[in-house]
């Protein structure tokens, strides 16, 4: 999986699955170019860890929900890096609640982040990747896109449009040597699980057949084999990484 001389653009890359993602390209040899909405400290953070692996990593500032500022981050990254290979479409937010509950601002705004972000990235950079006649998007899903989640609709919503935008993508983008597919993740440690009761920690598990949450790195592994030559002829295609929970 040598990805050296490689470009690698992921969003929401300031902790978490993204940051993992990010190192993971970078340990195989990709520059990075990543993006981040609120949390410069961390992204800087990232950075000094990316670039301590001996490859070039840049910082973007940008509100994956707006056009206008899609527009500029495609057009910093268009002065920085002569060509981009892989987009890692990961940026993504949650405001879970009762359905009945729900805000019509907060069932909005996880769609605009988590759907139309990956949409509007997925747009601009295509347009790049079009011209080179090469390409990968990689988006990231996730299981509750296939199975639903109570007080999750808003998030399970984002998350099935972006495994349909997936698919139609690929098929627009494959007479240009572009694949397009997507990563489910199950249950992974992160801040948003940690944050979860105890109890409820261990009712997630009980479902899980190989007994435990993943790791961010279990993620960024599956992006590692989509992003590399190994994945030539897939496209279309939604890696779920669940620990079997799925099945």
Known sequence: MNLKGKTAVVTGGSRGIGKAIA????????????????????????????????V???IYQADVSREDSVKAFVEALQADFPRIDI???????????????????????VLDINLKGTFLMSKYLGKLMMKQREGRIINIASVVGLMGNAYQAN?????????????????EFAPRNIRVNGVAPGFIKTEMTDRLPQKVKEEYT????????????????????LASRYADYVT??????DGGMLM
């Open 56 to 58: 070039r990593c840049e």
């Open 155 to 171: 998030y399970a919503a984002s998350k099935a449009g972006i495994i349909g935008l997936t698919k139609s993508l690929a098929k």
């Open 23 to 54: 190192l993971g390209l970078a340990q195989k040899g990709a520059d990075i170019a990543l993006n981040y909405t609120e949390r410069k400290e961390s992204a800087l953070e990232v950075q000094g860890e990316i670039l301590a692996l001996g």
């Open 87 to 109: 987009l890692v479409n990961n940026a993504g937010i949650t405001r879970d609640g009762p359905v009945v509950r729900m805000s019509e601002e907060d069932f909005t705004r």
């Open 206 to 225: 009980r479902a899980i057949p190989l007994g435990d949450y993943g790791s961010p790195e279990d993620v960024a592994g599956a992006v590692l084999f």
């Open 236 to 241: 279309g295609q939604i890696l779920v990484v």
